[in-house]
């Protein structure tokens, strides 16, 4: 038993050696989720790039992952790990990874890292991020137009600058169609829970929205907007499938493109440290097909889309705070730095911001 | 055919030395047959899970940085259960004792020296000792089933952290992201060796609680009196053991130490509060403390087992690409093959065939014959 | 009136799955079993409802495979705690972390596929009754069952004497195997329907609430199930309540958000749980009343002598 058990570890250990000999020549690429890959949402998307990344690159690269890790004590082990164990560029997908990663990026200076929602950088840590806000503008203006009642439910989940961007930008659209547009609220405190999601919706349906956009990430939203036969958007995948006849646009993350430049520029030993905020333009934010709307209406949305591609920023004054006062004069433009920790919602949001 | 339990006279010595590696023997095949579904060569995914995890010297500070947590509450969990009190709300505990010791470095940040560290693992066991009493109140006052306010209580403490790290206590510079500031040198737990790893003071902690706890429940009055209201509340009345007074010592014990654990693993290796400070080591430190066959020295063995699996199931994600999923499943495997083993240390198992069955005994003489056995 | 229907048909389909896998454990704990593997068993009846709905086309399958799957997996709990004495705390446990692996390993491939909804039943007539009609006429599959096992719950525990059998094996083991009670089988009939309630439940959620498959989309209700029934002391008509009342908190609090009280929503999301404890407290103030109904031997492992 003893001597088996001691060849089978030998041959493992062989095993295992001549798989890194095999791979030296490989860049080994790595990424570290904070959800499931199957939530079919922002962990799902993240994959969704990585895969795309493999096939683009082909063997040039191999990859791994470690998915569902915690953003609590586990994260600085899992980057850890990836750094010993041959990866050279290591993604982190979710904000809460930042201070683990500035910690392992400094004890591994040879490693590139690049973090995806974050603020700190240094000589081998990028930050990344997509303005999914721009979508959220067309979003707004699609749902003026369409909504009968002139009432929009937003079912969000913690309140982030990230969450508070959308909504603003959501508000600032329908604005521009519907000064008198309404927003209705529902925190649901989570980013995954199909039942509470479903539930939220229904609330925002019965107290007068007849359209529905959440920043959380599953489908059951536009499940039930399908259901009641009213309208919805989907949420970084496109779920035109789950609500064929509810779905206007889905507000779609797309970081293949990002994921293969940044391997390339590692490939060519030309990676340095950056700090990018991708949109429309860059193709990481996409609106999937505008649907179940009439021809005006999404003659409109095209129109928005390209002025926001070729660099309009839907923050642009005059923009108002909540209580009234002016946030951004005639024609200013929201620095990044301010979008980036924005904490107040603006002028007609009906709800107080969890503070 | 169906199995049949036959108690021992006394618990085996034999099994109980045998049966964990029983229950390794048939996880392995079990294991071997999973992995070979799933079209993984077994014996590289074992030395991954098994071996890799503890081959190199930075993983073994890992190791014990994962399994601290888990012995400290096991350990504390354990004293309830032997006194029969089923505090399931350890997961609560460590988050309000993780709050509590953060008061000092968030709220004082300027506050430096010697003195920071003591006085936050002391408020950390304070405040879950604090929130293990509101339980502990509930059921010696109103007679309210534990379980499920010590579960409940878990749900409000996340919601609670969560609310401060997005409101009061968030760092005014972070951009206004949920985190407060990060903890100054002098807050944050020292490493035990810094070149090779990262392990900190916690695991120390875990060692002593165990110890401490082993020294009290086999060598001390207190750790009889658990027993004997664990196995017969009635009793220990007879002996003049108060079953509220041991409610409240159970409940704020095992509360204390995971509010130690919780504060230890804020200090030692997130150096700030964020809204997500525990993956779950009040739950599984429930499984570990069982594992342990709630013996604090066993539990100290059961906590690095556990912690292990974690590692190895990583290690495997990365290494052969086994899913996450095939992680979990294999963990729970382990878990229910050690847990049918340890039944061999209690009891002898018999197959009995459907036609051998002897007539059923008569019920009086039945408990006769099973207690001259 | 509109929106109050509306309100109350959101409220119902929230407290269905918690209201099935409470009546199951219930009857499991009555028993003198304690499962607390609820969670493990409903998303595997979750999975297993949305794979066989899918593949099938037919919800009706995927709900008859969800109380399948439900049952068969309480089996390998039943198997450690009643042939081998395991103890019930770890055992179920360990079976919620196996479920929440098994379903995700499972469903790799449902994610991102719209699955079936099961129809509504709307029962001829009645359902045109004013007010009523749509409430209790009108609703999913789930929600009749809900109802009817509630009765048939009730029933068989305080009218049949197999259900007194159960009682009274749940209250002491020992005496009631002394009488000659085969305890070991109906307990493990017991286990079984609890494990095909929570599988039913499961299916509520992949067939019924969100029509989908995503991991851990049971998101904690297994929990709460086993909440209520020490909510319900054990009674089947206060699980009913409990269920309902949890909905109601649970589905109040969105509409206190969408109205816009301006509390803080974590404030409002623990509501719910401290409320819980709230009942529990008053529930159990009365000592005699909670000790009657408690089963004695609760959790306690019982080996039959020979």
Known sequence: MKKLLIAMMTTAAALSMAVTAEAADKLKACWVYVGPIGDFGYSYQHDQGRLHAEKELGDKIETAYLENVSEGPDADRAFERLAREGCKIIFGTSFGFMDPMVKVAKKFPDIKFEHATGYKTSENLGVYNARFYEGRYVMGQI??????????GYIVSFPIPEVVMGIDAFMLGAQSVNPDFKLKIVWVNSWFDPGKEADAAKALFDQGADIITQHTDSTAALQVAEERGLKGFGQSSDMIKFAPNAQLTSNTDNWGPYYVER???????????????????????????FTNMPDDVKAMAEATKKKIADGWNPFTGPVFKQDGSQWLKDGEVADDGTLLGLNFYVKGVDDKLPQ | MRLELVKRPQRSALFSALSPFIAFALTLIAGAILFALLGIDPVSAFYTYFISPISEVWQLHELAIKAAPLILIAVGLSVCYRANIWNIGAEGQFTLGAIVGSMVPVLYPELEGPIVLPLMLLMGMIGGGLYAAIPAYLKARFNTNEILTSLMLVYVSQLFLDWLVRGPWRDPQGHGFPQTVQFNDSAILPELMPASGRANWGFVFALVAAVVVWIMMSRMLKGFEVRVLGSSPRAGRFAGFGLNRMIFFAFILSGALAGLAGISVVSGEINQLKPVISPGYGFAAIIVAFLGRLNPLGIVAAGLVLALTYLGGEAAQTALGVSDKVARVFQGMLLFFVLGCDTLIHYRIRLVGLRAKAPAPDPATAGKLGEAH | MEITINILLTIATAATPLLVAAIGELVVERSGVLNLGVEGMMIMGAVGGFGVGYLTGSP????????????????????????????????????????????????????????????????????????????????????????????????????????????????????????????????????????????????????VYTPQWVENMSAGRGWIALALVVFASWRPWRVLAGAYIFGAVWIGQLHAQAFGIPVPSQLLSSLPYLATVVVLVLISRNKRLTMMNTPASLGQPFVPDR
């Open chain 1, 143 to 152: 749902a003026a137009k369409m909504s009968k009642t002139g009432v929009a």
């Open chain 3, 60 to 207: 009706w399958l995927g709900l008859v495979a969800a109380i399948v799957v439900g049952a068969v997996f309480s089996l390998l709990f039943a198997v450690m705690t009643l042939s081998l004495a395991t103890n019930q705390v770890a055992t179920g446990l360990s079976l919620t972390l196996l479920g929440l692996g098994l379903s995700g390993m499972i469903g790799t491939g449902f994610v991102g596929l719209p699955g079936v909804r099961l129809p509504d039943l709307h029962i001829p007539l009645l359902i045109d009754l004013p007010i009523v009609g749509k409430l209790v006429f009108g609703q999913d599959p789930v929600f009749y069952i809900s109802i009817l096992l509630i009765f048939a719950v009730a029933w068989f525990l305080f009218r049949t004497r197999t259900g007194l059998t159960l009682r009274s094996i749940g209250d002491s083991h020992t005496s009631a195997h002394a009488l000659g009670i085969q305890v070991i089988r109906y307990r493990y009939l017991a286990v079984i329907f609890g494990g095909a309630c929570a599988g039913l439940a499961g299916g509520q959620l992949s067939l």
């Open chain 1, 263 to 289: 391997l390339k520029a590692v490939l060519d030993g030309t990676w340095k440290t950056d700090n990018v905020w991708l949109g429309i333009k860059d193709g990481a934010v996409e609106l999937s097909p």
